[in-house]
């Protein structure tokens, strides 16, 4: 299969090729995109839970995996090694886990504690017995985590620009939470998600909060940041003496990481939006909602979220159909407005060829 070849200049560049987003061989293939860091949850939700089932990672990845607090956090399978019930079926504070099936008990560090009727079982229990392991990263009060070690993305450098907002003080509000099916292809998701170019056609209201002209997209290794600015007299960021963009006025910074997590900062909190990849013309949307200011949450480019939301929806839907057209192949990126869909075609682009 030859790559799709995405050229370095942004000028003679053309985009991804119509087949990746409507051949289901693609959408298999692509599928190990999702072995980088994914998204497991915000600190605020493991406060009231000891135990969390991340169903949401199982969707995208295929492992069913939970975080677990003791004395430290992690990440560990959620499969019994006995004959691989799943352990968790929802959150819970307990100290003990036991397998429903056959009564196998494990602790919260993932250690096999008793299973009963093994007493004959020879070279029992071993290291195969007890749970495995994945790595978690917490970043900004957020934890990651990966089915195998991956490359660690920029988060000091990410910290310098969005630490201020100290989202790790952040609640999550649970009336935020939304799980939204669309009948596209995931790719169209992500690549929508990351050009402002669209907001005045597709999204008049958004317009009205956001200054279009100062839209600013910057690419770096493993994702994109978005600054959206605000308009005059709107409200807007308090940015501390010293920041990079000390002086400006920010409405919204929108930061992607590859290859399925956005990260939604207004003044009022953070959204999280974590693509999930269901087939060739179907993804689902995962929100979550943490909060840090909640009178801030009416005003401004964060306060339309779900009109938004239901228009880049009602956008992508349409193209998926547009995509399975034999007239349309690929097309061309607007230098000034689409640097981030041509990063994220890059990165894509060199992905597919390590496969
Ligand atoms: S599958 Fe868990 S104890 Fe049998
Ligand atoms: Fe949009």
Redesign the pocket.
Same mark, same amino acid.
């Given at each position: 299969m030859p790559e799709p070849g995405i050229d370095a200049d942004i000028r003679k560049a053309r985009t991804l090729p119509s087949i990746y987003y409507t051949e289901p061989s693609e959408f298999e293939r692509l599928k190990s995109v999702f072995k980088n860091w994914q998204f497991a949850a915000h600190n605020s939700e493991l406060e009231a839970t000891s135990l969390m089932p991340l169903d949401h990672f199982e969707t995208i990845t295929g492992d069913s995996v939970m975080l677990l607090r003791d004395q430290e956090t992690r990440c560990l399978s959620n499969v019994c090694t006995h004959r691989g019930m799943r352990l968790a079926l929802e959150p819970c504070n307990k100290k003990t886990l036991q397998c429903r099936y056959h009564g196998r008990t494990f602790n919260l560090d993932g250690t096999l504690r008793h299973m009963p009727e093994f007493e004959q079982v020879i070279g029992f229990p071993s290291e195969a017995d007890n749970l495995q392991q994945y790595p978690l990263k917490r970043w900004m009060g957020m934890y990651f985590t990966a089915q195998e070690d991956v490359p660690d993305l920029p988060w000091k450098m990410l910290e310098k620009r969005l630490g201020f907002l100290e989202p790790e003080t952040f609640r999550h509000d649970i009336g935020r939470n939304r799980d939204h099916t669309v009948d596209a292809h995931w790719l169209l998701y992500v690549d929508?998600y990351l050009e402002g170019f =669209?907001?005045p056609y &597709? =999204?008049p209201e958004l317009n009205q909060a956001l200054d279009y002209s100062g839209y600013v997209t910057e690419t770096f290794d493993g994702g994109v940041l978005q600054i959206g600015k605000a308009v005059e007299g709107d409200v807007k960021f308090e940015l501390p003496p010293g920041h990079p963009d000390e002086g400006q006025d920010i409405a919204a910074y929108y930061l992607w990481l590859f290859p399925n997590m956005m990260f939604n900062f207004y003044p009022w909190g953070l959204s999280v939006n974590i693509v999930m990849p269901v087939s060739h013309k179907q993804c689902r949307i995962l929100y979550r909602g943490y909060v840090g200011d909640a009178e801030l949450a009416s005003q401004g480019a964060g306060s339309v979220l779900d009109t &938004?939301e239901d228009?880049?929806q009602w956008v992508i839907e349409e193209v998926q159909k547009g995509m399975t057209s034999s007239a349309y192949h690929r097309g061309r990126y607007s230098p000034t407005r689409e640097q981030g869909v041509h990063h994220f075609h890059r990165m894509l682009s060199e992905f597919l060829e390590t496969l």
């Open positions: 929508n =669209h907001i &597709v =999204h &938004v228009q880049d």
